[in-house]
């Protein structure tokens, strides 16, 4: 059973950063599009970062220029740095996996196989 657990969330102060972790377990990981969405209270969710087995990453909205993603194959985990974190980033940060190669049309979540439960990221200023 493939299960996705998010932590790393918490408290920090604007222009402060985070590193969110995803844990996969129960996935081989060999095909894969690994992706961190974020819910903003009363918002429908919104793609953030997107990683895939061929290596290559995607970035949407805020995200760009401010957040990485990598993965750590051998540790099955997922991480977003998040540098620069203004108020509006506050959130719960999921992360998901689809069990494909590549990366496309990711940012709406509609093909996710399998979802963390989330960790909320707040920022103050």
């Known amino acids: 059973q493939v299960q996705l657990a998010e932590s790393g969330g918490g408290s920090v102060q604007a222009g402060g950063s985070l590193r969110l972790a995803c844990k996969i377990s129960g996935h081989a990981m060999s095909s894969y599009c690994l992706t961190w969405f974020r819910r903003l209270p009363g918002q429908d969710r919104e793609g953030v970062a997107a990683?895939?087995?061929?290596?290559?990453?995607a970035y949407d909205g805020p995200a760009k220029g401010r957040f990485t993603v990598s993965v750590d194959k051998a540790k099955s985990t997922m991480y977003l740095e998040m540098n620069n974190l203004q108020p509006s980033d506050g959130a719960v940060y999921l992360c998901a996996l689809e069990e494909t190669t590549y990366c496309l049309a990711w940012q709406r979540g509609t093909y996710m196989d399998y979802w963390g439960a989330g960790t909320l990221v707040t920022v103050y200023s």
């Open positions: 990683i895939g087995s061929d290596g290559k990453s």
